[in-house]
């Protein structure tokens, strides 16, 4: 009777998974999704517990699990209230890896309790179990690693001692030999582990590689290419729980996991096609921008009130918004900005989003509703692009990498990317501190055309001037 209703509630959670992650398809259904999605966990951690509880033994150790989920949830909602929008991604790529790590450490501790008390010729459940603790190992121990470094490379670096040291991008051409060594290394100790189940040190060596693995893995890949990259540890978290799920016996453990490994696979697909790249060239070709370009030009910074002359009258407003408008928090200056030439002028205003703008997908999306911006307003590239030419005025606010024509050559880091045509606009505008380059470390041609005009500064600071004159004329 008790199986019945466990199955039951886990099926509830498997159900509300499902629809959590259904409704985080759109914005506007996606605080919705997170709800269903933290129904989902409650109802699946309950039923575990309870589970647990009619076992023979019972529960062991009350005292320590309570403490696990009280202190695992404070640090949780700690992290979440005080990270800012500009730190996200970075917040996203850590939880990857932990949730990796959890799922190993799961698998590791079960298959310790499985050598004590299970006969070494259990046959085929002596050889299931042994593969999916050595690849939930190989997944878990990996994507921690890989997660961490993918961590601090969105961030820029580290801050010792208080001394900021940048995140190195390294990969010489044959590191590709040692990632496959490496990888067919692990398979041979997962064999290996098959023969000798009680062996614990092929355990520890496929630990030890696995972690090597995640880190060379992630070490060539420059910062243009970092979503691609955190998409794919977010994949490889959840295949590492279906993993876990498999050895403990889990069923919403293995339905979680695939809804996670599936649901990030496709949208590592759809990053890579965003940028026009192969996921095998983004893990073994280095690109994504290793060094920076040294800026050989200049170009004279326009002020507020000229803009707002140039915005005045203008008939159609395509804005950019790019991770400066992230770091600076302006969204809410931006959409007074539309407010009022809406209401001033007629002008139609839309808002041109880049499916890899910011550092993860969805970040200008989440940004913009923040500050209630309209969602019909926020129009994708492909849709977007062919109404340029016929904008009077272009305002990108920060964006560098996802405007920059220098895509549309051959050559460079960024080569073949599809980019934002904001070029083709009759006159751009461009919020930005400095001249200085993207995240791919490329020079932007658009800076230095006759029809860009250069505000620089502050994001914020600069559109709380420029709607300031606006408003004066």
């Given amino acids: 009777m008790l199986s019945d209703w466990v199955s039951f509630g886990y099926l509830i959670s498997a159900i509300l998974f499902v629809m959590g992650l259904k409704k985080l398809g759109h914005p506007r259904t996606a605080p919705k999704g997170n709800q269903y999605g933290m129904m989902g966990m409650a109802v699946a951690v309950l039923t575990t517990v309870i589970d ?52 190993a450490l799961v698998a590791l501790s079960e298959t310790w309790k499985w050598i004590e ?10 050889t299931v179990a042994v593969i999916a603790a050595g690849l939930s190992a190989l997944v878990g121990w990996m994507t921690l690693t890989g997660s961490l470094l ?115 696979l496709i949208l590592t697909v759809i990053m890579c096609k965003a940028m026009n790249r192969q996921l095998i060239d983004v893990l073994f070709k280095s690109f994504g921008g290793s060094e920076k370009q040294e800026l050989t030009r200049t170009k004279a910074g326009t002020d507020a009130e000229e803009v707002a002359m140039m915005a005045d009258g203008a008939q159609k407003i ?29 002008t139609e205003i839309k808002y041109a989003i880049h499916p890899v703008a910011g550092r993860m997908p969805g970040h200008m999306n989440v940004l913009l509703a923040e ?15 062919p109404e340029f030419p016929e904008c009077d005025m272009a305002i990108v606010i920060g964006a560098n990498d996802t405007c920059n024509p220098a895509a549309r050559t051959g050559e460079g880091p960024l080569a073949g990317m599809p980019i934002i045509d904001a070029d083709q606009a009759n006159t751009v505008v461009i919020i930005k501190r400095s001249l200085s380059v993207g995240y791919a470390g490329v020079d932007n041609d658009l800076f230095y055309e006759d029809k860009t005009m250069m505000l620089f500064g502050d994001g914020k600071a600069m559109m709380t001037q420029l709607n300031s004159a606006i408003k004066e004329l």
């Fill in 52 to 103: 647990m509880n009619y076992l023979p033994d019972g529960i062991v150790g009350w005292t320590i699990i309570g403490s696990g989920l009280i202190i695992g949830s404070l640090i949780g909602y700690i992290m979440a209230v005080k990270v800012e929008m500009t730190g996200m991604p970075e917040l996203v790529a850590l939880f990857n890896g932990f949730g990796g790590a959890a799922s």
């Fill in 117 to 126: 008390t299970t006969s070494p010729e259990s046959g085929l459940a002596t």
């Fill in 150 to 264: 993918a961590m601090y490379k969105l961030k820029g670096g580290i801050e010792v001692f208080g001394k900021w040291i940048r995140t190195p991008t390294w990969g010489p051409t044959w590191l590709n030999p040692v990632k496959g060594l490496l990888f067919i290394s692990v398979l041979a100790l997962i064999y290996l582990s098959i023969e000798d189940p009680t062996n614990t040190d092929y355990i520890w060596a496929i630990i030890a590689i696995s972690c090597l693995l995640g880190i060379i893995l992630v070490l060539p890949i420059g910062g243009a290419d970092m979503p691609v990259v955190v998409s794919l540890l977010n994949s490889l978290s959840g295949i590492a729980a279906a993993f876990t799920g498999f050895i403990i016996n889990n069923s919403v453990l293995i339905v979680a996991g695939s809804l996670v490994g599936a649901s990030g």
């Fill in 318 to 346: 395509i804005i950019v918004p790019g991770y400066g408008m992230a770091v600076s928090q302006c969204q809410h200056q931006v959409k007074e900005f539309a407010d009022l030439m809406a209401d001033k002028f007629g």
């Fill in 371 to 385: 500050a209630n911006v309209p969602y019909e307003q926020l129009i994708e590239m492909d849709e977007i692009n």
